[in-house]
């Protein structure tokens, strides 16, 4: 079964940085794709960035120039740096996998039909 563990999360000022990592476990998929989602309270989960098998990567626009997706060489850790953070990307962010993907924007993204990870919060101050 394929295991999502995400760490890295915590409480930080604005404009600071945090590198969100994703250890994975499980996943022998040869055709596969990752991404970071983000929830915030009352609000619907929302795909911040994903990577696929072909290293094409994908961004939401209000992330773009400040978060990297990445994966370490053995494909078994994700990663997402995050710099100039902003109080709007304060939220529950979740590592998710695929198959299935579906592409987009450039990318193969995962869908709610895949595997999720349990979340580690972002907190933005001001």
């Known amino acids: 079964q394929v295991q999502l563990v995400e760490s890295g999360g915590g409480s930080v000022q604005s404009g600071g940085s945090l590198r969100l990592s994703c250890a994975a476990s499980?996943?022998?998929?040869?055709?596969?794709?990752m991404g970071w989602f983000r929830q915030a309270p009352g609000k619907e989960r929302e795909g911040v960035a994903a990577?696929?098998?072909?290293?094409?990567?994908s961004y939401t626009d209000s992330v773009k120039g400040r978060f990297t997706i990445s994966q370490d060489n053995a494909k078994n850790t994700l990663y997402l740096q995050m710099n100039n953070l902003k109080p709007e990307d304060t939220a529950m962010y979740y590592c998710?996998?695929?198959?299935?993907?579906?592409?987009?924007?450039?990318?193969?993204?995962?869908?709610?039909?895949?595997?999720w990870g349990q979340g580690t919060q972002v907190t933005v101050s001001l």
């Open positions: 499980g996943y022998t998929y040869s055709n596969y794709c």
């Open positions: 998710a996998a695929g198959p299935p993907c579906v592409y987009y924007s450039g990318a193969h993204h995962p869908t709610d039909s895949g595997y």
């Open positions: 990577i696929d098998n072909s290293g094409r990567t």
